[in-house]
Every structure is written in structure tokens, then in C-alpha cells.
């Protein structure tokens, strides 16, 4: 399957060292070719000052990226990014905080869709999230709360 060395290949960079998401402001993004909201975090991200490439993937090709990264149900969300993992509608503050901080972690994430993160905006209306920090064992903190 075309797919397999290619998502080989991505995963590869996922446990690389965190120093190599450091290395510049790009960042690949994984998700469903007709989501909004995902292209709404991407150009947050964008007006953030982060270079991003996106890859448009089936349902099936994200679920097994969500896997192989440790981004179980409990932690998923609609799109996943990588270098570290960015799962969900995490901020780019949070995302540059991380990136400087350099926390051996496998990334962020912030479960769900909450209304009010970037990409999730429903005007003035907004509902507090957290940002999680993943651990490598699997284990989350609150890296941020907004």
C-alpha cells in the first residue's frame, strides 16, 4: 500500500528529538480534506507566523496516525500535526511555549472541539479548555488552561 512508507516515514520524524521541531516554524498538519475547522486552525497557525503543510487524509489513514503517535480516543481530536504531536485546536502560543520549552513529551493536545479555540471560534461565545501536555509514558498534564 502506497500509504505505508509514507506514514512510515512521517511517524519516523514524530520520535524525533524534540530539538528537531525547534529547528524552524513549519509544521505538517493530517486532516479530513472537508473540515473546516481544521482549515481554520491551519490559518490560525499561519497568522501565527507558522509555515504549514497539509495533508489531506482519510478517515482510516488518521485514525492509524492517531495510533501509532499514542493519541488515544480519551485525547484525540479532528486533525493531528507533526514534529511534536499537535492533536486538536491547540493554540500557536502553546505550540511556540513548547517548541522553546523543549519538554521530552510526545506533544499537545486538547481533546474534543471546544468552542472558542482557534480554528473553533463562534463569535463572542467560548467555552474554557485545556491544553494537555502528553507524556512519553502516556500520562497528561495541563500545559496551559484559556
Known amino acids: ?57 482519510r478517515p482510516a489513514a488518521l485514525a492509524e496516525i492517531k495510533q501509532q503517535a499514542g493519541i488515544g480516543t480519551k485525547l484525540a481530536s479532528c486533525h493531528t500535526a507533526e514534529g511534536y504531536v499537535i492533536e486538536g485546536h491547540v493554540p500557536a502560543p502553546d505550540i511556540e511555549r513548547l517548541v522553546s520549552e523543549q519538554p521530552d513529551a510526545v506533544g499537545l493536545t486538547v481533546p474534543g472541539m471546544p468552542v472558542g479555540s482557534p480554528g473553533m471560534e463562534q463569535g463572542a461565545e467560548s467555552e474554557p479548555y485545556d491544553v494537555l501536555l502528553i507524556r512519553r509514558d502516556g500520562t497528561t498534564e495541563v500545559f496551559a488552561h484559556h
Open 1 to 57: 500500500m502506497a500509504m505505508r512508507p509514507l506514514l512510515a516515514l512521517s511517524l519516523a520524524m514524530l520520535w524525533a528529538s524534540p530539538a528537531f521541531a525547534a529547528m524552524d516554524s513549519s509544521i505538517e498538519v493530517w486532516k479530513s480534506a472537508t473540515c473546516e475547522c481544521c482549515g481554520n486552525w491551519v490559518k490560525h497557525l499561519e497568522a501565527n507566523g507558522f509555515a504549514t503543510k497539509v495533508d489531506p487524509a
